[in-house]
């Protein structure tokens, strides 16, 4: 191993008496993004000004930090561009997906994506009208469900809720093979797994910067085009920093050249200089590190509260290879089981009807920390204290 | 005038020797970011984590800051909600109000519009096919151009390049005359120009925050929806944070209450907190005391130009009612002209192929910065020092 994860966790930014695991839902502050924001703000911003567009590099800035993304993506270079939210990129996967496939009508997606590219799916869906349809199978049907009447798959590849991890060689291939074109929702991947989308053969790809690329509360997304498909999809949401020439202020729309097409509005300075010094933490770091560390860290998590809980039910895949970065237990009391964790500094989160997920992300946590959320857990467990009236106060949104 | 001009200057942070001229492109830093952007970063995310969302109110902060906007632009309480980028927003408000006229085709625009908003409604007809069309004409013409074909227009009230100013009243009542819906883009007009969306009666109306506004590079857009549409307009982006309980994780979308459909992914905290402190700037300030100001500035600026620069052309109509917050002047070398005036620390911009732009702003900029920059405009002229060729060197994107 190479990646030195005390060098790593002294990077960030982390309250006294807290085991944070939940970096699955919004990474912890890396030190190194404070001297930036104010760098950014008070000598780019309001030293430069205007000018900032190009002595400070915004313009070029979601392509170069998109370049940074793409390494750990296992993506070309020059071919993942960052901007707007992971809706908006899934929203503009799909648009030019269909249009590259216009015999077909069908979006295949499964109920354990996230149900936010679900929605927008079936934004999508209701504007084309034309017969287009959302279809949504199990989890485990995906891969028999991939026919040659799909336009597109959308799938992400680790289940938000359980972990689950699909199997994004067999159905990467299994779409090429039937003429479907593969939209990989790397989420819940992106910094928590190795991933190789341009040896996969991904089609399209986008993802999230606020989990496992810690770059804060609302963090750009990535969208990710493959190298064969750059010049041809045509950009549904067509802003001007797609342009091929923004500044020329042409009445008519020309498309950019390649993942630059991708872009649409101004781009968020403020938010893209946070997750450009987040990244820093990435120089050094082996994502084969990454798995390796964070499946030990996660064993160890499941054969504690395993023999400590018999009353938790394990939600996530045992086998390694069809497991993500996070561990999820059912119980009844999830939300009230959770509240009580926190309440002793164990920080997960719960997504209804019952699952309390765990997110195990080597960057800043241990194998110490795990034995001591082990333990807190077992102690909640066994005081049955989700039946204390102050946890089970719904008054939060997530 | 109740408006002090003296204490709003003293909020920003201005480089030392600059005229900012071109708060219309990007507002210039107020002093409340700084210490604002340190306590998001270092106390909400670094210390709250996930809780954040909760506890420092972030779920919220889109709509909480949509009520700041909504004063400023005449909007009714609870109708206006930030986030994504304008052109983002200039196509959620198309896709729902061509829906919502079904049996038309055709959306207006004209040939003074900012192309990102041609562009992207050029996007959603081609997206849409079956026979809807942009239709784009002359600004003086797009009176007589609302007819009974017309779903939607979709007109900035400013013209980004010569500072013309629509009249919102007439083009709006012609619409509605006709049975079409009135879309306005704010881009120049928030904070700029006393606007009043409800009582013009606009269906829907678009806009940016990081130029008059100051909210800082790729600050967050806002989106109007007129209260009589909120329940019946369609999200065609429908993504998590619009639908009716984002956290229940339904797998089908329900479109949020009024406005909050307009909200489509993880809203970007640290750019809103930007906004959100400058935004404290218009505490206190009065938009009829704006407009006086903003008014007596550019005439200033005008009869010093014409004075002493009899080769600068006017782009900008004379009339008080016909203009923005801007002035602009055409000249064939203006590009050069521009560097060199860049050069002696005033800054405004230029817009091919041979417009010069002055935003007068009166929150940061003084009749005695306006006569100093004729003065040093003159002499640029007077020199004809578009002629060096550290001017002429075309290197620059803004």
């Not at 807290?18 to 911003?45: C, F, Q």
């Not at 979006?107 to 504007?127: E, K, Q, W």
């Not at 959308?154 to 699909?166: A, F, N, P, S």
């Not at 030990?296 to 390694?320: K, M, S, W, Y």
Request: charged share 25%; hydrophobic share 45%; proline share 6%.
């Amino acid at each position: 191993m190479t990646t030195n994860f005390t060098a790593t966790r002294a990077m960030f930014d982390l309250p006294e008496g807290v085991i944070y695991l939940d970096g699955n839902s919004l990474g912890p502050l890396p030190h190194a993004v404070k001297a930036r924001m104010a760098s950014t703000v008070a000598e780019e911003w309001g030293q430069m000004l205007i000018r900032g567009w190009n002595e400070a590099g915004w313009m070029e800035q979601p392509r170069r930090v998109g370049d940074r993304v793409a390494r750990l993506i296992g993506a070309e270079a020059g071919s993942v561009v960052m901007g707007d939210t992971l809706s908006i990129k899934v929203y503009q996967a799909l648009a030019s997906a269909l249009e590259m496939n216009p015999d077909r009508r069908v979006i295949l997606s499964d109920s354990g994506n996230f149900p936010s590219d679900l929605y927008i799916a079936d934004g999508l869906v209701r504007t084309l009208g034309q017969g287009y349809q959302l279809r949504v199978v199990a989890p485990e049907e995906v891969l028999d469900a991939i026919d040659d009447s799909v336009a597109a798959f959308l799938i992400t590849e680790v289940d938000y809720r359980t972990g689950r991890r699909h199997d994004m060689k067999a159905l990467t291939e299994k779409a090429h093979a039937v003429g479907a074109l593969a939209i990989w929702d790397l989420a819940h991947s992106a910094g928590a797994v190795p991933v190789e989308v341009a040896a996969r053969g991904a089609d399209f790809a986008v993802g999230c910067t606020y989990k496992y690329l810690n770059s804060g509360p609302g963090g750009p997304a990535f969208i990710y085009v493959a190298p064969r498909h750059q010049e041809s999809a045509r950009p549904a949401l067509s802003g001007w920093m797609g342009h091929a020439a923004p500044f020329a202020f042409d009445l008519d729309y020309h498309a950019g050249a390649g993942i630059e097409r991708m872009r649409v509005g101004t781009p968020p300075i403020l938010q893209l200089a946070a997750l450009d010094a987040a990244l820093d933490v990435w120089d050094g770091v082996d994502m084969a590190d990454i798995r390796a560390r964070s499946l030990e860290l996660g064993d160890l998590f499941i054969e504690g509260v395993e023999a400590a809980c018999p009353d938790l039910r394990l939600a996530t895949p045992r086998a390694h290879r069809d497991r993500g970065s996070q561990v999820s237990f059912a119980h009844p009391e999830g939300y009230a089981i959770m509240q009580a964790l926190i309440a002793e500094g164990v920080i997960g989160d719960f997504r209804a009807p019952e699952i309390l997920r765990f997110g195990f992300t080597p960057l800043y946590i241990s194998p110490d920390d795990v034995r001591r959320a082990v333990e807190i857990l077992s102690r909640i467990m066994a005081e049955e204290r989700w039946n204390r009236p102050e946890f089970r106060q719904r008054n939060r949104v997530t």
